[in-house]
């Protein structure tokens, strides 16, 4: 049977186990467990999964910075795609941070994912044109969390 339901920090090792077997997602540090623990609580009740028979078989992580939301890792199991899971949780997902007064949300999709492109597309996500990202740590600051307030 299928369900919904938030994620939860004690979630990390099954969702670790879809993502390594999902193509299109990059992981980086901020998966770490206490990465992952640090966001959902940052941000609770915006982040969701999706359970098949007890299993974990998909995955949204939700948030916002009180201007935008983002939408990272939405991640189905192959086994169990074509069956509206990625919908249902992006659906989730997006309610809740319009829940919070937040009318925009973003997500970064890998030119080469062909995949994620086309079901953001589907979705009815429009494609923004005349942007670049550009990022940098922030473990080059040499100002110490103190000196910055
Ligand atoms: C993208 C992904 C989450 C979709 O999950 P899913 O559960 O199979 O998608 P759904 O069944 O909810 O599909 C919803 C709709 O999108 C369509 N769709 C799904 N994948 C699509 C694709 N690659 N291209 C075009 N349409 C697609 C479905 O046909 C369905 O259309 P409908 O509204 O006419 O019914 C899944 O393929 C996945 O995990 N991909 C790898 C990870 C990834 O790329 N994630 C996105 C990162 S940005």
């Not at 049977?1 to 090792?13: H, Q, V």
């Not at 992580?61 to 939408?71: A, E, Q, S």
């Not at 169990?80 to 990625?86: D, L, N, T």
């Not at 979705?123 to 910055?148: H, P």
């Amino acid at each position: 049977m299928l369900g919904f339901r938030e994620m939860a920090a004690a979630d990390y090792d099954a969702m670790m186990e879809l993502w390594r077997g999902v193509e299109g997602l990059e992981l980086s540090g901020a998966d770490s467990r206490e990465g992952i623990a640090a966001y959902l609580a940052r941000n609770p009740g915006m982040s969701f999964v999706a359970e098949a028979e007890g299993r974990l078989v998909g995955t949204i992580l939700g948030g916002h910075d009180g201007r935008r939301g983002f939408i990272y890792h939405l991640a189905v199991d192959p086994a169990s795609r074509g069956r509206r899971i990625g919908a249902a949780l992006t659906e989730r997902c997006l309610g809740a941070i319009a829940a919070d007064g937040i009318d925009k949300c973003h997500i970064f999709v890998k030119s080469d994912n062909e995949v994620g492109q086309g079901f953001w597309t589907r979705a009815g996500w429009a494609k923004r044109s005349g942007f670049d990202v550009f990022s940098r740590g922030t473990d080059v600051l040499e100002l110490t969390r103190a000196e910055v307030r």
